[in-house]
């Protein structure tokens, strides 16, 4: 009986001790995941409380499902992949399920991904099949010798590999008809000047895990009332993604049309590299200088190799979110405050 109580007195404090010693062990697992969800006019008159905190939940359970792997020593790229997945699922955003409407009323998606561990990258543009085109983008890395696929050929790749698809009507939203029918009606060129009610909305991630690596990756069902074939800088490694452990890695979202001319994600990896800027400096050269001078809205996310993140956008407002081993989760809306007054 004494023999007993000793071993199960041993047993629990194992248990007890084990466990301390785990969490203590996580508490040093350094880590930094930001993501967006799109930038521009987003002023607190265009959102309705429930919408901007319906918004928020989804950026806030986003931002966690990609913590909980970094924080439990997890890859930056599957942190990445799961966040983006979250917000692809979301009704709320331009990628995935609330993707906007080409002028033809269909949907057409771009991805990409890359691992700044290996410089290894993978693109889609113009499918229309895959539930989260972020896992395309990621099997056209990790499963196929090139580095990017295009339309009818991409669905077929998708297909092979066996992601999962989705019926056209699935990525139909009200919201988006909405847009589509607005733009069609003013035109594209006011749609866009006038800001009509206009998000962009992509959605991207970045993270830093605790070997070091760096991944980025972004998602878009593009620009509405978009041109039949019409390819944005989300799926243009370079351009809206980029990733490189030597620097940083970025996710943009914006008017692509600029950002592809500006090269923003490699642009701002490289002013680091070469030139020894610290990224908030890179990002903001790039996005508040060359951005604007040439006349393009939108914005970045971007952790570098050290950890350090910004969050930059020359819009009235981005989706954003924070976190990392050191610094508690924040989201953010418009442009010095959000819902939960941080950022
Ligand atoms: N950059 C995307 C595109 O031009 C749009 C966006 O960021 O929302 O396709």
Redesign the pocket.
């Known amino acids: 009986m004494h023999k007993f109580n000793l071993l199960t007195v041993i047993a629990i404090s194992l248990a007890f001790f084990g466990g301390r010693i785990m969490a203590e062990d996580n508490k040093d697992i350094s880590y930094t995941l930001v993501l967006h969800g ?1 930038a521009g006019t987003i002023t607190p008159d265009k959102l309705t409380p429930e919408l901007e905190k319906a918004i928020t939940a989804d950026l806030r359970t986003a931002l966690k499902a990609g913590q909980d792997i970094l924080a439990g020593g997890g890859k930056a790229m599957d942190a990445v992949v799961t966040t983006i997945m979250v917000l692809e699922n979301s009704p709320h955003f ?1 990628a995935g399920k609330g993707a906007v409407f080409t002028a033809e009323a269909t949907h057409e998606m ?1 991805s990409s991904i890359m691992d700044g561990s290996t410089l290894d990258a993978g693109a889609v543009a113009g499918i229309r099949t895959a539930k989260n085109p972020i896992l395309a983008a990621r099997a056209v890395m990790e499963k196929s010798r090139h580095v990017m696929l295009t339309g009818a050929g991409a669905d077929k790749f998708i297909e092979t590999v066996g992601i999962e698809t989705a019926p056209e009507e699935y990525f139909h939203t009200n919201y988006r008809r909405g847009q589509l029918e607005k733009a069609r009606k003013v035109g594209d060129t006011a749609f866009l000047d006038h800001d009509i009610e206009y998000k ?3 959605v991207g991630a970045v993270a830093l895990d605790s070997h070091g690596n760096l991944a980025a990756g972004t998602s ?1 069902g ?2 509405t009332n978009k041109m039949f074939g019409r390819v ?3 799926p243009i490694i370079g351009a ?1 993604t980029y990733a490189n452990n030597k620097s940083c890695g970025v996710s ?5 049309e600029f ?1 592809i001319r500006a090269t923003v994600a490699r642009n701002i990896c490289a002013l680091m590299e070469y030139k020894g800027l610290s990224l908030q400096q890179a990002a903001d050269e790039v996005v508040m200088g060359q951005l604007v001078e040439m006349g393009g809205d ?1 914005g970045i996310i971007s952790v570098d190799k050290d950890g350090n993140f910004a969050l930059v956008f020359n819009t009235k407002g981005m989706y954003r979110g924070s976190v990392s081993h050191r610094s508690a989760a924040k989201i953010g809306i418009y442009t010095h405050t959000s819902a939960d007054g941080s950022h």
């Open positions: 799109g331009n771009d962009f909305g992509t878009t593009g620009m944005g800088d989300s809206g943009a979202t914006g008017h692509g950002f939108g």
